[in-house]
Each structure stands twice: as C-alpha cells, then as structure tokens.
C-alpha cells in the first residue's frame, strides 16, 4: 500500500478530484487548506496570507492511502490535472504504509481501506 500526498493550488482541487473518482474502486481522500512556502516563497502565489511578518501561499493538501497497483493511476489523475506549467504548481509525495486498521470493523491491511 501506498500513501500520496499532494500539495496542490486551490484552483485545481475540482478537477483533481473529479479525475480521482473516476479511478474505480478508489478508496478515499483527505483534504486540507494548508499553509506554506516553496523555494520562491511566495512571488507566484495565487492566495496567500499573512501571520505576523511571515506570509505563507494558500494551498490544498489531498492525502490518499491505495493499493500498489492503483498508484500510477492516481498520480496520473494529480499529475495531469494539477499541472499548469507554472511556479507552485506543486508536488506529490509517495510513502509505503506498513499497516492500515479501520477502527469500526477492525480489518487490517488492504481490506481496511
């Protein structure tokens, strides 16, 4: 199993998660509003905001736990549909998820996604 995260603008959220519900069986998805900076801080951010002398962009983090063979297909859907060829566009993280438990049923590992 693997875990995604992606940062992401705001402006793009729908269209992610429209191409994300098209993959069948999909399991799920976290949204955040997050705060932050990217090497050029904030000069093309879209939305920002200001907390004391910092000013941070605004932006989206989607979170996604799948299968190993549904990975390439998420990324796909983020990857094509976040993009839009400018600074702070974003980016995808993937980590390995070692355990899953679904605290209602108690199912383990694939099943509990």
Do not use: C, W
Not at 4 to 33: F, M, N
């Amino acid at each position: 199993m693997k875990e995604i995260k992606a940062i992401i603008q705001p402006g793009t959220l729908d269209a992610v998660i429209h191409a994300l519900k098209q993959i069948p069986d999909l399991p799920g998805i976290t949204v955040s509003e997050v705060r932050g900076f990217g090497r050029n801080r904030t000069v093309d951010a879209s939305h920002t905001v200001m907390e004391g002398a910092n000013e941070f962009g605004i932006k989206v983090k989607l979170e996604v736990v799948v299968p190993d063979e549904m990975l390439e297909s998420a990324i796909q859907a983020i990857q094509a549909n976040a993009h839009r060829g400018r600074s702070g566009d974003g980016k995808i993280f993937v980590y390995t998820v070692n355990e899953v438990i679904n605290l209602r049923t108690g199912d383990r590992g694939e099943q509990a996604i």
